[in-house]
């Protein structure tokens, strides 16, 4: 049965009980202070796109066709060519090479249909069609599934560096590539399978932290240097340069324990990042996690 004690989530007392069965959002809820807010043509596509990829989503219907506008041509022209050449220099080898494999290019916003087919062929992951963030359990167990949630709008055109949800500069150019990758992919389906498998809040909380700190905002050493791992990183204009050089965060070696005790606040720049040596060495740390929990998910 699960404890009554609260847990504390981004420095907010929350009950354990909504980490093991959040709650289900069926409509379209901009937060206070997203730029979009306002703007009327912004806020009826998001409703349109929000309803069209939750009904595939729940029917199991796959990636939907986008016929994109325009203006969000435009944006994804804007950011692609950036976060290119921020990636070139700074993300981590394994990121490249998915990039390049599938082919994302800089002017032509991806469909996802297509994407999942190539994902299928090479290492059995599938793309799920979300209408928006979803809650951490509901996104994992997609994953455990070998399914990987990804949506399918662009960010407000008037901060195009800028997104305050996951959107599809976050999704295509942050998740989706390392996807390409076996290990990668067998390291998330271990994640999905132990969330999936969990009881209990504390351990879905600190199974969240650890692919916080590792999957979205996780920084890898290679031959001497410090590269970008995480998607929430990488689909970032600010986030990469930031991460890797300010004299404001702080980087770590990657302890589990330490990093399962670490709160985080997600509506800002990370300040406090960890960085693993290697893609096994994560592997293992996570195989270790599951098992102190006692979580039969391996």
């Known amino acids: 049965m699960e404890q009554a004690a609260t847990l504390v989530e ?3 007392p929350i009950d354990p009980r909504l980490m093991v069965t959040p709650p289900d959002v069926i409509e379209l809820e901009l937060e206070r202070g997203h730029p979009g807010l306002g703007d009327e043509q912004y806020v009826r596509r998001r409703k349109e796109l929000f309803a069209l990829c939750r009904r595939h989503r729940l029917e199991d219907l796959g990636p939907p066709l986008i016929a994109y506008t325009p203006e969000e041509t435009r944006i994804w022209r804007e950011v692609g060519p950036k976060l290119d050449e921020l990636h070139q220099k700074h993300a981590s080898r394994l990121y490249l090479a998915g990039k390049r494999e599938l082919a994302i290019t800089r002017d032509e916003i991806p469909q996802l249909r297509h994407l999942s087919d190539r994902l299928r062929l090479e290492t059995d992951m ?20 070998r399914g990987f949630p990804v949506t399918q709008f662009l960010r407000h055109g008037s901060h195009p560096e800028f997104t305050p949800e996951p959107d599809m500069v976050h999704d295509c150019l942050g998740h989706v590539p390392p996807l390409m ?24 909380l600190a199974l969240k932290r650890f692919s916080w700190f590792s999957i979205e905002f996780g920084l890898i050493e290679e031959a001497g240097e410090t590269k970008v791992f995480g998607a ?11 991460s890797l050089f300010s004299p404001e965060v702080t980087r770590r070696p990657f302890v589990t324990d330490e990093v399962i005790a670490t709160d985080y606040d997600p509506s800002r ?30």
């Open 10 to 12: 981004y420095g907010v």
């Open 126 to 145: 599938h793309l799920v069609p979300a209408e928006g963030a979803l809650p951490y359990r509901t996104f994992y167990q997609y994953i455990a599934r």
């Open 181 to 204: 990758n076996r290990d990668y992919a067998e390291l998330l389906t271990l994640v999905g399978k132990a969330v999936a498998a969990a009881s209990r809040g504390e351990h879905v």
């Open 232 to 242: 929430g990183i990488l689909s970032s204009t600010g986030e990469i340069p930031y």
């Open 269 to 298: 720049m990370q300040d406090r990042l960890f960085a693993v040596p290697s893609l096994p060495f994560l592997r293992r740390e996570l195989e270790g996690l599951v098992r102190r929990l006692g979580i039969a998910a391996l």
